[in-house]
């Protein structure tokens, strides 16, 4: 009959915790903790998320730098070809002189 009365005992009462309806003891503290965890997380995140689009803008950079470069050389070798290319086009010595027919 013992078990009985137990068992009524706890229907009655809801259930064996003594603090229902209540957080556990440190909960307050853990939840701080985690709360602090995930901030250190989002910040080192940011951080490497920051270092990562240095990164992509410094290879950008290099890269135009690079096109540059080979715009201007490039531009420099087809100067060089119109100035030899003009210079072929005028003759090394002037005309003689004209004679009437």
């Given at each position: 009959m013992g078990l009985i009365r137990k068992v009524a005992s706890i229907?009655?009462?809801?259930?064996v915790s003594s603090c229902t309806g209540r957080e556990p003891p440190g909960k307050p503290e853990w939840d701080?903790?985690?709360?602090d965890r995930d901030r250190k997380k989002a910040a080192e995140a940011q951080a490497v998320q920051a270092e990562a689009e240095a990164k992509?803008?410094?290879?950008?950079?290099?890269a135009l730098a690079r096109?540059?470069?080979e715009d201007e050389a490039q531009r420099q070798a087809d100067l060089r070809k119109v100035a030899e290319k003009e210079a072929e086009a005028v003759p090394d010595e002037p005309p003689g002189p004209?004679?009437?027919?």
């Open positions: 229907m009655m009462l809801g259930g701080r903790a985690k709360a992509v803008a410094e290879e950008q950079a290099a096109a540059l470069h004209l004679t009437a027919a």
